[in-house]
């Protein structure tokens, strides 16, 4: 009774998650230097940070397809003056690298890029779909079997 009860509750939950409503792929596309929300969109109203969610282009000229990515820049030569020794830019992003995340340490900088891959990811860090996903099933799981 039990294992019908969570075969159907996951059955529900994967078709769900195969219906797709997306019409275009979106990123968060700011930069902090010229718009400081840009830094945390989750300090601020949504009203103010909703203009920074645009559609990317589908692929770029060599037909990469689009993905969101935030760099976060790190200015070593700021450090002691009164200008912001830190800036976050997002954008879409087309030339993937095989790491999720990266550090490049320049000699005025040091750089910090995530790339993620689904609508909008680059709003902040935190927990992914994937993780918020699983969580559910599992926590739906445990509900039904126990």
């Known amino acids: ?3 019908q009860k969570f075969l159907c509750a996951t059955a529900v ?4 998650l195969s219906v797709t409503t997306v019409d275009a ?3 968060y596309q700011c930069n902090s230097h010229s718009n400081p929300e840009c830094a945390d969109l989750h300090a601020h109203p949504p009203h103010k940070v909703a203009g920074f969610h645009q559609q990317c282009d589908d692929k770029d000229s060599e ?3 689009a ?5 976060t820049y790190k200015f070593k030569f700021l ?4 200008l912001d020794a830190s800036r ?13 995340c990266y550090t490049v340490d320049n000699d005025h900088h040091l750089e910090s890029v995530c790339q993620c891959f689904t609508d909008g990811c680059n709003s902040a860090a935190g927990i992914s779909v994937f993780g918020f ?3 559910l099933v599992i926590a739906s799981a445990l509900y039904f079997v126990a």
């Open 1 to 3: 009774m039990h294992s």
């Open 13 to 16: 939950l994967l078709g769900l």
């Open 25 to 27: 792929f979106n990123c």
């Open 63 to 65: 037909g990469n397809p």
């Open 67 to 71: 993905f969101c990515r935030t760099i």
């Open 79 to 82: 450090k002691n003056t009164d």
């Open 88 to 100: 976050v830019v997002r954008t879409c992003g087309f030339q993937k690298s095989p790491k999720d």
């Open 133 to 135: 996903l699983f969580t």
